[in-house]
């Protein structure tokens, strides 16, 4: 395999059952690999799992064609993998400006080029940058948690259904600005409820159900498929 | 004399109610900012605070003995302000020491913060004894210097006025020190990485844990700066009023009042908590008898004391205060929970 970072047949749970039975999931840099999958099926496990937060019995993690399968997530998150959690992925009493330095705690240079960045790639951010982060709408703060994951200058982000609970016209923009990010050369991996939309941005696509990798496939033939189409994506 | 009567209460009402009660504002202050940044970042109510106040009293005073002996002095100021940076030191280390050999343990089996309190209390009980064991449970004066900026019969005489106003050095030291000191702290949580990243981390955990932020190296902050404030409110205090363990142990209540009026969590809070309870608790207990002597007409002048209530029930004001607060507005007056 030649991917940049993927995981083999991750096995396990969180002390209980296993929640992951055999499941493995890759990505490129500059490409987009989506995780669909019905409600339970251990989607978002298995990108926790890759970030290290989940015990494992069985299975391997790779970043770069190193064994990253013992490292804590802080030292995948100084590896390079940045991840954005579904839920309380922003620091809601803190500015949008200091949250976005939170983000890039772990960097000692300059950060006045990524500000720079962040700002052009989410000019709302600019805008609202002394404010506090938790009076912001809901699309404005999922900009600020992946503004916050981007400034770590991550080779690969990690995205926990980005989408849940906006609008559908802020879910396109959010994708995007996904498709912006990923034309930088950041590996992305997507965890998604709306599995349609974001298989049609998705490089690759991972059905997973009840743990295990289902089908796989390029995210076009994973659409255009009528077995996955009849099972998840309502036909 | 007629017209000066309504400066004369101002003067009255300034020497008894409101440069006492500033001053006792600024030490509950910096005690309930040290009890709100370990709510904020260790998650648990400090029941020790008061103890750890009254150890950091405690090694104050035995270097301003050691000075003393020495023949160091700091002429008219207080010779405790020569050793307050050293027993700041000293207590920060305490903090860690205990923070190393008890707390630790309890944060590695992720411990519900009433387990944590309850820790406290043995922390508390544990230190107590060890104040006590070291420098006895008696009452003790270790101020020395000038003790007053403004003496009564100066300003009689300066100014003319029946009434005196005495100001005392360690009133104006408390307040100038307090002020400095919470101007540093909020600097530090608001401008510097540092303080910026211990914010994160009690805003919320696991995404400064993402972040890279090391839980560790805040935690270790946190107490240097919880030993710092602890002991110059203890010092102030001493140095203000005198020390005695069991007072210090007293001070628990409006300290914690303090911090869950103002919102506890909240370093702003703390600060706004430490004047409203300070002035609560002066202006209720003061007789106003000679302050409505000048201001009502003679025929109108109070029989009584004009006393709200007396001051041996001070603790019982905190007490009604936060009993109201948690009734109307248990998140107190700034929402908290965050530096």
């Known amino acids: 395999m030649s991917n940049f970072f ?105 950060l006045y080029q990524t500000f720079e960045e962040m700002y052009s790639l989410f000019p709302i951010l600019y805008e609202k940058k002394e404010q506090v982060a938790g ?87 994973l659409l255009n498929d009528s077995e996955v189409r009849k099972a998840f994506l309502g036909g | 004399m007629e017209n000066y009567d309504l400066l004369n209460a101002i003067i009255l009402l300034a020497n008894f109610v409101i440069v006492p009660a500033l001053s006792y504002g600024s030490q509950l202050a910096l005690a309930a900012l040290g009890i709100t940044l370990v709510y904020a970042v260790l998650r648990f109510s400090n029941f020790a605070h008061g103890d750890l106040m009254a150890f950091g009293t405690m090694i ?44 630790k343990f309890y944060r590695e089996q992720k411990s519900q913060p009433v387990v944590f309190m309850i820790v406290s209390v043995g922390v508390m009980f544990i230190m107590n004894a060890i104040v006590r064991f070291i420098i006895g449970p008696k009452d003790r004066t270790f101020f020395d210097g000038e003790k007053f900026i403004i003496k009564a019969v100066e300003f009689k005489s300066y100014t003319g006025l029946p009434e005196g106003l005495s100001i005392k050095s360690t009133q104006v030291l408390t307040i100038v020190i307090a002020l400095i000191t ?81 919102g506890i969590g909240n370093p702003l809070g703390a600060v706004a908590g430490g004047y409203i309870i300070a002035f609560s608790e002066v202006m209720l207990t003061y007789a106003y008898k000679k302050f409505f002597m000048y201001l009502l007409p003679t025929n109108l002048e109070p029989s009584g004391l004009m006393q709200f209530l007396s001051t041996d029930y001070k603790f019982a004001i905190s007490f009604i205060i936060l009993v109201i607060v948690l009734i109307i507005r248990p998140t107190g007056i700034f929402r908290g929970k965050t530096l």
């Open chain 1, 6 to 110: 993927y995981s083999q047949n991750l096995v396990g749970g969180y002390g209980g059952e296993n929640i992951l039975n055999d499941c493995s999931i890759s990505v490129n840099k500059g490409e987009i690999s989506v995780i669909v999958g019905p409600n339970g099926a251990g989607k978002s496990t298995a990108m926790k799992a890759m970030l290290g937060m989940l015990k494992l019995s069985q299975g391997k993690v790779f970043l770069d064609e190193k064994d990253i399968s013992n490292l804590s997530p802080q030292d995948r998150v100084a590896s390079g993998i940045s991840f954005v959690p579904q839920t309380m992925n922003i620091f809601n009493e803190l500015t949008v400006k200091e949250n976005l330095e939170m983000g890039a705690y772990l960097r000692d240079d300059d």
């Open chain 1, 135 to 221: 009076e912001l709408s809901g699309g404005q703060r999922q900009q600020v948690a992946v503004g916050r994951a981007l400034m770590t200058q991550p080779n690969v982000l990690m995205l926990d259904e980005p989408t849940a609970g906006v609008s559908p016209v802020v879910m396109d923009e959010l994708f995007d600005k996904i498709i912006e990010i990923k034309k930088t050369g950041v590996a992305i991996i997507i965890v998604e409820q709306n599995a349609k939309q974001a298989l049609n941005i998705a490089d690759y696509g991972y059905v997973l159900v009840a743990g295990k990798n289902k089908f796989t496939g390029k995210g076009s033939e």
């Open chain 2, 60 to 103: 104050a005073i035995l270097i301003t003995w050691l000075f003393q002996s020495w023949g160091l002095t700091a002429g008219v100021l207080p010779t405790a302000l020569i050793a307050l940076p050293f027993a700041m030191a000293l207590t920060a280390g305490f903090c860690l020491l205990t923070d190393r050999v008890i707390y």
């Open chain 2, 182 to 262: 919470m101007m540093m702290l909020f600097y530090f949580l608001q401008k510097t990485k540092m303080g910026k990243s211990m914010r994160a981390y009690s805003n919320n955990e696991d995404l400064a844990l993402l972040s890279g932020i090391n839980p560790d190296r805040v935690v270790m902050i946190t107490w240097i700066i919880v030993g710092m404030l602890a002991t110059i409110a203890g010092v102030l205090y001493g140095l203000d009023k005198s020390f005695k363990p069991f007072t210090y142990f007293q001070l628990l209540l409006p300290m914690f009042a303090a911090a869950i009026v103002g």
